[in-house]
């Protein structure tokens, strides 16, 4: 049993065709995405659209992260004020980028749980896998190697032999209550330093699974292109380019810019465009 996983795409078209052809030549028995395949990224409509390709035509998988929930519900009912809706711009740009493809999000399941299918029975082998963005605690709950084993218990099924995880754009391993942990990574946007994307190729043998974490390079240029070229740093909103911060140094950078700024943005204290223009500065 060959099982290939990747996560948080994040509407990189350049990374995700690499990513692919890696899990093609690799032949893999199955194939998911952890989620966050669209949004913050310039080209949302063909992630979701080759992706969906994948699916029906192979049988690929994908459980919902926090962006395709965030995305369903910016669809359906909007922003909850002015502030919000500026804040948001680079959401509300995706939508508009996305249009009747969002519809294709809504079977996506938050868990997929299953026994290897097709692997060779071992006397007593576990061989159970669980899938999911975050953990049991939800889709924005995210694993790091700074998560303590303490802080996971409850967060994670029991009896499982591979916990396999996205969201937090880093990879990791460990294990924890007799199973191994795995988070993928990010194959358009880390947070490790790391500028390349990641994605776990999991083997089925001897009475185990094994892991492998691939690092993979890709157009980075050609991708800039698309951050400048699409609209996305055009009609994304203020925070847009926080965002393409993030994805040139491979460092997580908005979720500082919530901690300092947000509260004060909504409730109308400070201009967003200033707020991103003082946190830019400050960052150097």
């Known amino acids: 049993m060959k099982l290939a996983v990747f996560s948080d795409v994040q509407g990189n078209i350049q990374a995700l065709e690499v990513a692919i052809a890696l899990i093609d030549a690799w032949q893999p028995d199955l194939v998911a995405t952890a989620g966050d395949l669209i949004n913050r990224g310039p080209d949302n409509d063909q992630c979701l659209a080759l992706f969906e390709q994948r699916r029906r035509q192979h049988g690929w998988l994908a459980v919902r992260g926090n962006h395709e929930t965030w995305i369903t519900r910016w669809r359906r009912t909007g922003p909850n004020s002015p502030q919000e809706r500026a804040m948001y711009g680079f959401t509300d740009w995706a939508c508009r980028q996305l249009a009747a493809l969002t519809d294709t999000l809504d079977d996506w399941p938050d868990h997929l749980c299953f026994d290897a299918p097709g692997a060779t029975a071992y006397q007593g082998a576990n061989r ?94 050609h991708t800039k292109r698309r951050f400048e070229e699409s609209g996305f740093l055009d009609q994304g909103g203020p925070l847009a380019q926080v965002i393409f911060a993030e994805w040139q140094q491979a460092q997580p950078l908005l979720a500082y810019w919530r901690r300092q700024y947000e509260a004060a943005v909504l409730a109308g204290d400070i201009d967003l465009q200033a707020s991103v223009d003082r946190f830019m500065r400050d960052q150097g």
């Open 128 to 221: 159970w896998v669980h899938i999911t963005h975050g953990t049991l605690a939800g889709n924005r709950d995210g694993v790091s190697p700074r998560t303590t084993d303490e802080s996971l218990h409850g967060k994670l099924p029991a009896d499982l032999a591979l916990f396999i995880t996205g969201h937090t754009h880093r990879v990791h391993q460990r294990q924890i209550l007799g199973m191994d942990l795995v988070n993928v990574g990010s194959v358009g946007s880390p947070f490790d330093g790391d500028p390349r994307g990641s994605l776990g190729l999991f083997s089925f043998h001897h009475g185990r699974w094994h892991s492998d974490i691939r690092r993979f390079d890709y157009d980075r240029e």
